[in-house]
Structure formats: C-alpha cells, structure tokens
C-alpha cells in the first residue's frame, strides 16, 4: 500500500500502548517496536534510518504515538478519507 509511504497516514490506525510490532509515528518517521529496552528507549526496526539504511537499534519513543497495523482491514484503510 502506497499510502503507508507516508509517515502522516500511520495517524490512522487505532492507538495502543506500546509492545511487540506495534508502530512508532510522529510526523516524518516510523518505526516498528520490538523490545523495550529500558524506560522509553526500545529496540526498534527502523527502516528509514536516515542514509538510506534499514537497522535495528534503541531509540526513545517520547513523543511518538504508539498506534496499532494491524487494528484495521486493510480494505478500512483503503477506503478512509484522505
């Protein structure tokens, strides 16, 4: 889905507290929640870490909102408004 090439989109899926592959969004940016590490630093997939690299490493997610991919179809996603 193309529209997810936007980090803007992500703010449409459902909110949810922090775990294991939910997303990490904030205005520009992305990343996918795998570990928490300690206080609000976890490890984290991030696959525009700048310089076009793919990696997993700790990042904060204060200020992120913490939302949910897989809360709502695919076809819900595709059918939102713009």
């Known amino acids: 889905m193309r ?3 936007l980090a803007k989109n992500w703010f449409r899926f459902p909110r949810t507290a922090p775990a294991h592959n939910m997303v990490a969004v904030r205005r520009g940016h992305v990343f ?3 570990q928490p590490v300690s206080g609000s630093t976890w490890l984290v997939y991030d696959a525009n870490s700048g310089g076009r690299q793919t990696r997993l490493h ?4 204060a ?3 913490i ?3 897989h809360g ?3 076809m819900a996603f595709a ?3 713009h």
Not at 58 to 61: G, L
């Open 3 to 5: 529209e997810l090439f």
């Open 32 to 34: 996918v929640l795998k």
């Open 58 to 61: 700790h990042r904060s997610i």
């Open 63 to 65: 200020g992120y909102t």
């Open 67 to 69: 939302v949910n991919p």
């Open 72 to 74: 709502a179809s695919r």
């Open 79 to 81: 059918n939102s408004s």
